[in-house]
Structure formats: structure tokens, C-alpha cells
């Protein structure tokens, strides 16, 4: 069976509502032309505010290629004095089927750690959410030539209890904080490539031969220019993409040329 590709976008806090629910209409109709003979895992993760109708409007467009809607963040307790924040239940109960923990916007503006990121992971996954635990190094760790033990320890402290059995709902998104936005500049394919081999040499010593199994994604910048070389890299298994899939008709046009090429 030929590899299984992943696409994605973090539409961060820019779309509201009703944005979204335009967006994932045009988005659902034109996945569902998307090669039929290819195994994609498609995922958009809007804002709060907007999963409930994100949710009702995938479920309402059958699509070759349905597109699973994921949350930025989670709190990882059921219920208590989290003012301000959402639980695994509540997002359970929307319908939600993945959740986004340490997205860099979380680790450096919110200033979010590993044992926090660490928590949310087991608690998403105690909750059978598909995880995407996002981790990269900023541009002072790159040039202090420390990039590979920062994105290792992001990974045993973010995974740590994690177990076997859970290792299929994992994804992990390589997203170099210094590539990241729009004052980022994106990572070479051949750096990018050198880097997530690194990721998935740790999930080996974490997990044995069924870490190799577990997805990593490529993020930061990516655009339709770069995307062809990014996507071909051994170590690259998907795109989780920003600014360059905010266009429904523009992520569907990068998408389909890749998968056509
Ligand atoms: O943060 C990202 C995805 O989570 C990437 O964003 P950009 O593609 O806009 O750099």
C-alpha cells in the first residue's frame, strides 16, 4: 500500500465563524477531486469559537478526502478552576478529532513547557484525540549549534508515559520557531530533511521499530514554491502548512500538485 501523505493548516487566530465554515465548504468540495488513489489525512484546526459549525460542515459535504477538524489547545484536565480554558470533554463532545499541543505560538507567547505541552499530550490521547505535538528549535538554540538536543528533550519530556498502544493517534510537526510566520524564513529542504531524520531516530529509542511508524510533519513557511522539494524529503510525511492554505482554492492547488506530480 503506497504511503500514507498528510496536509494541514493552523488557521491561528485569524478566521471567525463564519469564515471558517466558507472556508471548510470550499475546502470539502474541492478535496473530494483530489486523486482518489491516494490515502491523505487532511486536517484544518480553526479557533474555538468555530469548531462547533467547523464540525457540522465537514460532516454535511461527503468528500473523497473528508477533512478532520483539530483544536490549537486543550487544557488537559476534565473540568475544574481553569478560567478561560477548554477541556478534553468539551471538545469531545463538538466532535473535534484532534488536538494541537505545542505549537510554538503556545511555547513562546504563552510561554507553555515541556511538562505542560507533556500533560496535554497524555491527557489528548487518554481521550483518543489524534495528538499533534509540535516541536522546533528557535534561532538562538540553531545558532548555538543545539537544535537536535532541544528538539530530543522536547520529545521525552513531551511524550513521556506515552504508550505503545497510543503510538497510532500520534503526530509530530517539526516547525522551526525562526521559520514560522510571517517575519519567518523558511528551512532548506536539506536542513529541514537532516532535522526530522533527528526526530525520527528519538522516537525509535522512545518506542522501538514502531516509532518509525509515527507521522512528522514539515512547518514554517511552507509556500507553494518550496512545498515540491519539501514534500519529496525521505524524512518528510506531511505538510502542516499556515499562510499558504488560509485560500481554500490556494492549499487545494498546492495540494493537487503535489499529488499529480
Ligand atoms: O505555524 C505554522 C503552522 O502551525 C506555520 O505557519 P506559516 O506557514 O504561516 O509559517
Redesign the pocket.
Known amino acids: 500500500m503506497a504511503k500514507k501523505i498528510y496536509f494541514g493548516?493552523?488557521l491561528?487566530m485569524y478566521k471567525g465563524n463564519a469564515e471558517v465554515v466558507d472556508y471548510l465548504t470550499q475546502l470539502s468540495q474541492l478535496s473530494d477531486t483530489l486523486p482518489a488513489d491516494k490515502d491523505l489525512e487532511l486536517f484544518v484546526?480553526p479557533s474555538f469559537t468555530a469548531l462547533s459549525d467547523a464540525v457540522a460542515a465537514v460532516r454535511s459535504i461527503s468528500s473523497k478526502h473528508p477533512i478532520m477538524i483539530g483544536a490549537q489547545n486543550m487544557n488537559p484536565h476534565d473540568c475544574g478552576q481553569f478560567t478561560g480554558d477548554i477541556s478534553p470533554l468539551m471538545l469531545k463532545e463538538l466532535g473535534v478529532r484532534l488536538v494541537?499541543i505545542g505549537?510554538?505560538?503556545r511555547r513562546h507567547v504563552f510561554k507553555e513547557t515541556d511538562q505542560e505541552e507533556n500533560a496535554k499530550v497524555l491527557a489528548a490521547l487518554k481521550h483518543q484525540f489524534v495528538t499533534l505535538l509540535?516541536v522546533g528549535e528557535t534561532l538562538e538554540q540553531k545558532n548555538y549549534d543545539i537544535s537536535d538536543e532541544i528538539l530530543r528533550t522536547q520529545l521525552k519530556i513531551g511524550l513521556h508515559g506515552v504508550t505503545p498502544a497510543q503510538l497510532p493517534l500520534l503526530r509530530i510537526?517539526y516547525?522551526p520557531v525562526w521559520?514560522?510566520?510571517?517575519a519567518?524564513i523558511p528551512a532548506s529542504a536539506d536542513y529541514a530533511d537532516a532535522k526530522q531524520a533527528v526526530i525520527k531516530q528519538c522516537l525509535i529509542e522512545l518506542f522501538g521499530k514502531e516509532g518509525n511508524k509515527i507521522p512528522v510533519f514539515y512547518?514554517?513557511?511552507?509556500?507553494p514554491e518550496n512545498a515540491p522539494e519539501l514534500f519529496v524529503q525521505p524524512h518528510i510525511d506531511g505538510l502542516?502548512?499556515?499562510?499558504?492554505?488560509w485560500d481554500a482554492e490556494k492549499f487545494y492547488t498546492l495540494m493537487s500538485g503535489l499529488l499529480t506530480e
Open positions: 493548516t493552523n491561528k484546526i494541537m505549537h510554538s505560538e509540535c510537526a516547525e521559520a514560522i510566520g510571517t519567518g512547518g514554517g513557511s511552507v509556500n502542516f502548512i499556515g499562510r499558504s492554505a
